[in-house]
C-alpha cells in the first residue's frame, strides 16, 4: 500500500510540474506574440510577397509611387466577394479582412490603363499582366481604369496571381497602415 500512495504522489507530482512549464511556455509565447503584434511585426504568409516576417513602419508622409505598404483593404462587396473565393485572408481590418502588401503604382492624379498590362501615364508597370479567370477558372472583372483620386493609390504586386487594383481599382490612401519592411523572409 504504501508503494502505491508513493507511485501516485511521485505521477501527480510528475503532472504538476508538466502542467506548469506548459502553462508557462504558453504564457511566454502569447506574451512573445502580443509583445510581436504591438511592435508592429506580421507574418506573411500569402505569394504575393515574399513568405516570412515583416515589420509594419509608421508612414508620416504621403505614399509615393513605389512605397511598399500595408493596407486595409476597404470593406467593400468586391472585397467580400474575394473574401468568399479565398484571394484576402481573415483579419482586424475592417471587413474581418487581414492587411495586404502591396507597391503603390499609382497616386491620385495619375492616369491608369488596363488592358491586357497596366499603364500608369502612359507608362508599362512591369508584370502587370491582366487575366480574366482566377486559378479556378472563375471570371475575373478588371479595374475599367481613369485618373486615380486624389487621396487614393492604385496598388500593384508582381506576382501574376495577385489580387490587387488591376481587379478592384484604386482605394483610399488612408487605409494605408504603413510602409512593409522585410524583416526574415523567403521567396520561393
Sequence with gaps: MT?????????S?????????LSVAAGAAALMSLGGYLGGYRVNLTPSEPLGLWQIVLLNRSPRVGDLVFICPPDTATMREARTRGYLRSGLCPGHLAPMIKSVAAVGGQRVEVANEVRVDG???RASAVSGKDGEGRPLTRFSGGVVPPGDVFLHSA?????????FGPVP??????LAREMLTYAP
Design 159 to 167: 506576382f501574376a496571381g495577385s489580387f490587387d487594383s488591376r481587379y
Design 3 to 11: 508503494l502505491q500512495v508513493r507511485t501516485h504522489t511521485r505521477a
Design 123 to 125: 507608362r508599362s508597370v
Design 173 to 178: 490612401a488612408s487605409a494605408i497602415v504603413g
Design 13 to 21: 507530482a510528475q503532472r504538476r510540474r508538466a502542467a506548469s512549464t
